[in-house]
């Protein structure tokens, strides 16, 4: 039995309320529960309270026992003189505010229904399920469920707007800036994400700027601020590069010394971080002011065209500087840019309109609703366990359901624990 539980039990009033009495035998009727306090503090404030016929308005405190009030010292601290009950699982002992007064208690062990108090138990068990509710989806009602995965969604892009909105404070409300860096650091994916972001940080955003317009310059500032043109190759184009890459960096001053180096190893060649680089460097010849057509975006084909790029000659027929191959589009993938644009476009449209003081939460669920699911072996999982995700809203909201949710077993705050709690059976 977790604190927390009680915490449940009590906000939303899920126990038998009937003929209630404190453990010295006083009559108890409860007008409001109060409102639930997450900071320090008695743990639900503004409490309203009938005890023998006298209205009371304060505060409540909760413990498994009656004997945790003095073991956390409450009877000491004035902060909960307020308190005007004391509601347990289990009463153990009567307990005092600092001027020795007795405090009304209320015990709840008999008053909890059975059966929830069973669902409880099963999802807090120390078992080895992926998810703790994962034998009771069927009971989820299908309106409550897509609405929560909404809430979720927004929830996720809150989380990431506030990296952002901190990020673009340190650049000084530089959006473009911003949207490079993110952009460069999803060029790498998981496996040169962290490496990726490192080169993009290594570079004034002045100076991609003023190379906007030269693609073999911005791709050698690219690939020699990650370390890559290091040796001298026998392509006619990659000596272009080393001599353009020198040239830039002795005449800016760059530095790549805290730049981490990229990885090739168990990548596809297509992922390779030379093309990744090359692709990255041809977006923004292609795209002057790239954050405001990005903020301008309204239809996902819109991003497809805007991303309909193609690199120099080179990277047709090379995934490396000594290696040829056949010749190839280089252009991105729509799978690629589907990616960039879940985890890039969106949290950046989401954290700058707020940022300007908008509530953008409608526009980005259309959009995101509009993209396809994306396929890892979180949302696999989920689909055998009957959650099928239609929707890049969706599979995000998946994620960050797994995350934030169901890994750290917050089922009392998870609509869907709520939902299996209550006995909710119904399905649509």
């Given at each position: 039995?977790?604190?927390?539980f009680?915490?449940?039990?009590?906000?939303?009033?899920?126990?038998?309320?009937?003929?209630?009495?404190?453990?010295?035998?006083?009559?108890l009727?409860?007008?409001?529960?109060?409102?639930?306090?997450?900071?320090?503090?008695?743990?639900?404030?503004n409490?309203?309270?009938?005890?023998?016929g006298?209205?009371?308005?304060?505060?409540?405190?909760?413990h498994?026992?009656?004997?945790?009030?003095?073991?956390?010292?409450?009877?000491?601290?004035?902060?909960?003189?307020?308190?005007?009950?004391?509601?347990v699982?289990?009463?153990?002992?009567?307990?005092?505010?600092?001027?020795?007064?007795?405090?009304?208690?209320?015990?709840?062990?008999?008053?909890?229904?059975?059966?929830?108090?069973g669902?409880?138990?099963?999802?807090?068990?120390?078992?080895?399920k992926?998810?703790?509710?994962?034998?009771?989806?069927?009971?989820i009602?299908?309106?409550?469920?897509?609405h929560?995965?909404e809430?979720l969604?927004?929830?996720?892009?809150?989380?990431?707007?506030?990296?952002?909105?901190?990020?673009?404070?340190?650049?000084n409300?530089?959006?473009?800036?911003?949207?490079?860096?993110?952009?460069?650091?999803?060029?790498?994916?998981?496996?040169n994400?962290?490496?990726?972001?490192?080169?993009?940080?290594?570079?004034?955003?002045?100076?991609?700027?003023?190379?906007?317009?030269?693609?073999?310059?911005l791709?050698?500032?690219?690939?020699?601020?990650?370390?890559?043109?290091?040796a001298?190759?026998?392509?006619?184009?990659?000596?272009e590069?080393?001599?353009?890459?020198?040239?830039?960096?002795?005449?800016?001053?760059?530095?790549?010394d805290?730049?981490?180096?990229?990885?090739?190893?168990?990548?596809?060649?297509?992922?390779?971080?030379?093309?990744?680089?090359?692709?990255?460097?041809?977006?923004?010849?292609?795209?002057?002011?790239?954050?405001?057509?990005v903020?301008?975006?309204?239809?996902?084909?819109?991003?497809?065209?805007?991303?309909?790029?193609?690199?120099?000659?080179?990277?047709?027929?090379?995934?490396?500087?000594?290696?040829s191959?056949q010749?190839?589009?280089?252009q991105?993938?729509?799978?690629?840019?589907?990616?960039?644009?879940?985890?890039?476009?969106?949290?950046?449209?989401f954290?700058?309109?707020?940022?300007?003081?908008?509530h953008?939460?409608?526009?980005?669920?259309?959009?995101?609703?509009?993209?396809?699911p994306?396929?890892?072996?979180?949302?696999?999982r989920?689909?055998?366990?009957?959650?099928?995700?239609t929707?890049?809203?969706?599979?995000?909201?998946?994620?960050?359901?797994?995350?934030?949710?169901?890994?750290?077993?917050?089922?009392?705050?998870?609509?869907?624990g709520?939902?299996?709690?209550?006995?909710?059976?119904?399905?649509?």
């Amino acid at each position: 039995m977790k604190e927390e539980f009680l915490h449940y039990v009590w906000q939303f009033q899920k126990f038998d309320n009937h003929n209630l009495k404190t453990t010295q035998g006083h009559s108890l009727q409860i007008v409001s529960p109060g409102s639930h306090n997450h900071n320090s503090g008695p743990d639900f404030f503004n409490a309203q309270l009938v005890i023998d016929g006298q209205l009371w308005a304060g505060n409540v405190e909760l413990h498994i026992e009656s004997s945790l009030w003095f073991l956390h010292q409450h009877h000491k601290d004035p902060a909960y003189d307020s308190v005007i009950l004391h509601v347990v699982w289990k009463h153990t002992s009567e307990v005092s505010r600092k001027d020795t007064t007795l405090i009304p208690t209320l015990e709840l062990k008999h008053r909890i229904p059975k059966p929830m108090l069973g669902t409880y138990k099963k999802l807090y068990s120390n078992d080895t399920k992926w998810i703790p509710c994962e034998q009771s989806l069927t009971e989820i009602d299908s309106f409550m469920y897509v609405h929560w995965l909404e809430r979720l969604y927004v929830e996720r892009l809150e989380r990431k707007s506030q990296f952002l909105m901190e990020r673009a404070s340190q650049l000084n409300n530089h959006w473009e800036a911003l949207l490079f860096e993110m952009l460069c650091k999803n060029f790498g994916l998981k496996v040169n994400g962290t490496a990726f972001l490192s080169i993009a940080q290594s570079i004034p955003f002045s100076l991609i700027q003023k190379c906007s317009d030269q693609l073999l310059s911005l791709e050698a500032i690219l690939l020699g601020q990650a370390g890559l043109l290091d040796a001298t190759a026998e392509a006619p184009y990659v000596n272009e590069l080393i001599s353009s890459y020198k040239y830039s960096k002795r005449k800016f001053k760059l530095s790549n010394d805290g730049v981490i180096a990229p990885k090739f190893f168990r990548l596809r060649p297509s992922n390779f971080p030379t093309v990744r680089l090359a692709q990255l460097a041809a977006l923004y010849v292609n795209n002057g002011q790239l954050f405001s057509k990005v903020i301008a975006i309204r239809e996902v084909q819109h991003l497809y065209e805007l991303f309909t790029i193609e690199t120099s000659e080179f990277w047709r027929t090379h995934y490396t500087f000594t290696s040829s191959s056949q010749l190839r589009s280089t252009q991105l993938t729509k799978k690629f840019i589907n990616l960039l644009f879940i985890n890039t476009v969106l949290p950046m449209r989401f954290a700058y309109l707020r940022f300007l003081g908008s509530h953008p939460s409608e526009e980005i669920l259309q959009l995101a609703g509009e993209l396809p699911p994306e396929a890892n072996t979180i949302i696999l999982r989920f689909q055998k366990l009957g959650l099928v995700a239609t929707n890049a809203l969706e599979t995000q909201a998946l994620l960050q359901l797994k995350e934030l949710y169901c890994d750290a077993r917050r089922c009392l705050n998870c609509e869907i624990g709520n939902a299996i709690l209550k006995g909710s059976n119904s399905i649509q």
